[in-house]
């Protein structure tokens, strides 16, 4: 090859290696450019979702002061109206409601993932979710239930178990496994419940540890919500029929 071809080759080829660099070059500085700014974007919503979980932790604080002052005022109420029947039915309210602690017999159901797991298998199938506690919550409520708790939890008509990966959400708060159930009510007819629970035998199927037992005393503290209620009715209004 004479040297003015190769002249002209090396040049063509240095113009392509120095298109090259420039391109990387670039697409390098816009990726920074774009990271830079997406940083400062996230600086940004960092600072006003701050703002806003303040907000809304100062409402939450002026509605708990709200409900609690409403409260004292329907205590005194009753106190003042010197009504026994008044007082009674206040009671049983709050009995129904959940709005205080129950203790009585029933028995305590134990839930917990598979410790073995069958192999090509999917492992959704080894692991408790929310529907199967909602399902064996309404087993006990058929069976005579009066008060019901999940790790502690109160379960009330506004608590829903909301699964969230491989935990629980119950009233707000997240609770890993075991989920630990207990019922208050007559515990033979609550056991027997779970023993004929469809549920429980599915349960059991996939290998679901669940372990059931009798008690003469079960205590269940009230709704962790109690003094929070205008959270859960805020959209209900009272209607005369």
Avoid at 7 to 27: D, E, N
Avoid at 95 to 106: A, N, Q, R
Avoid at 155 to 174: L, W
Wanted: glycine residues 4%; negative net charge.
């Amino acid at each position: 090859m004479n040297k003015p071809a190769s002249r002209y080759i090396l040049f063509i080829v240095f113009m392509l290696l120095g298109t090259v660099m420039a391109w990387q070059l670039k697409s390098t500085l816009n990726a920074k450019r774009i990271a830079a700014s997406s940083a400062l974007n996230a600086s940004v919503l960092r600072e006003e979702i701050t703002e806003l979980k303040q907000d809304i932790e100062e409402l939450r604080a002026a509605i708990d002061e709200n409900i609690a002052l409403q409260n004292d005022i329907i205590r005194e109420y009753i106190a003042l109206q010197n009504d026994n029947q008044l007082s009674r039915e206040w009671e049983i309210i709050k009995l129904h409601t959940g709005l205080v602690g129950v203790e009585g017999p029933g028995i305590t159901v134990t839930l917990n993932d598979a410790p073995v797991r069958e192999p090509d298998m999917p492992t959704s199938w080894f692991i408790i979710h929310d529907s199967d506690i909602r399902a064996i919550l309404n087993d006990l409520k058929k069976a005579g239930a009066q008060a019901i708790a999940i790790n502690g939890e109160r379960v009330v008509p506004m608590s829903e178990p909301v699964c969230a990966g491989p935990t629980i959400i119950i009233n707000g708060n997240r609770y890993p496994v075991p989920f630990i159930i207990e019922a208050i009510g007559d515990p033979d007819a609550l056991t027997e419940a779970m023993n004929l629970s469809s549920k429980v035998a599915e349960l059991k199927h996939f290998n679901i540890q669940v372990d059931i037992k009798k008690s003469e005393k079960i205590t269940i503290s009230k709704f962790s919500g109690a003094d929070k209620l205008d959270r859960y009715i805020s959209g209900l209004e009272v209607v005369d029929k």
